[in-house]
């Protein structure tokens, strides 16, 4: 039993440093390369080994939709193109920091989205941590003075962001149609509409001349970045994160999960980037409050368990 929770605690901690390394290394590629070239060429790369790992892990047999290719295709949609593309579009004209800190909300995020689509009323406490780590959210942003939301230059960034956050979530509840799915199956099955998706977006920005079709050469020169984007933070962190489930629990893997920003954070720090005293404030804020609302609902658990 202590073995096992040592190799989900070491899974995850991996994990954490690969999602933690996203949105910095997409930054970076996003001054060579466009938004929507990068998820196209991001996802062709990662649908073409998730696929292989599925037939290695579940047979060819597992590709087979069998009367859910409309839902899949839904919910890739929603959750691989939608997140995609708003995010990282958004991220262009956003900051890592920014980014890695709405993403954090997803959690508090979809226990409202609980409560509007099934009437379940998260408790007191669970609120009062959401409202706590709004404010962080708001203080990172804003940098303390609400006049920085809208003429600090990255509110639409930000707002696609979280436009982008709530695809993500959308898609993370959707799991739940398909019983009998593995983990694995859900997401190959509703990468490959959702990479179609990307495709077929990436053809209209190009049309309208919001995206260009990049030279080989440009692609080389990110190729790292690609490669990173790709193998790691798509296939390599949802795999580990899986593993780190089934190792730890659903409650024990979100609780290290909140750490993701704090990796963000420290990578931004050491490409030497410097925050203000409000903005670590802030991070603070959001970080410690998933903590305490992720520890509250393990006390939950335990208490119904006895």
């Known amino acids: 039993m202590q073995s096992n929770q040592f190799k989900g605690v070491v899974v995850m901690l991996f994990t954490v440093l690969i999602w933690g390394g996203t949105f910095p290394v997409a930054k970076a590629a996003l001054l060579t390369l466009d938004a929507f070239w990068m998820s196209s060429i991001r996802y062709s790369i990662a649908a073409l080994v998730l696929v292989a790992v599925l037939c290695w892990r579940e047979g060819a047999a597992a590709l087979r939709y069998r009367g859910k290719l409309v839902a899949a295709s839904f919910f890739g949609i929603l959750g691989i193109t939608g997140f995609s593309v708003l995010v990282f579009v958004g991220l262009a004209r956003s900051s890592p920091e920014h980014a890695a800190i709405i993403m954090a909300l997803q959690s508090p995020i979809a226990a409202f989205v609980h409560w509007a689509l ?6 007191n406490f669970t609120l009062g941590c959401v409202a706590v780590a709004i404010l962080g959210v708001f203080l990172v942003i804003s940098k303390g003075d609400p006049g920085n ?3 600090g230059g990255s509110f639409v960034g930000d707002l696609l962001i979280f436009l982008g956050a709530m695809c993500w979530i959308s898609y993370t509840i959707g799991a739940v149609s398909f019983p009998g799915w593995s983990a694995l199956r859900f997401t190959t099955l509703t990468c490959l509409p959702g990479t179609v998706g990307i495709f077929a977006a990436t053809a209209i920005a190009t049309a309208a001349g919001h995206a260009s079709v990049p030279a080989g050469a440009t692609v080389i020169a990110v190729g790292w970045e690609l490669a990173y984007l790709a193998l790691l933070t798509v296939v390599l962190a949802v795999l580990f994160w899986n593993m780190a489930i089934g190792y730890l629990g659903a409650l ?12 963000t954070f420290a990578i931004r720090i050491l490409q030497g980037h410097r925050f203000q005293m409000i903005e670590l ?3 603070g804020l959001v970080v410690a409050s998933l903590i305490a ?14």
């Open 118 to 123: 099934k009437g379940t009323r998260p408790a």
């Open 149 to 151: 939301i809208v003429t």
């Open 252 to 263: 024990n893997t979100m609780l290290l999960g909140n750490l993701v920003p704090v990796v």
């Open 281 to 283: 404030v802030g991070a």
């Open 293 to 306: 609302n992720n520890l509250y609902l393990r006390g939950r658990v335990s208490g119904a368990a006895a």
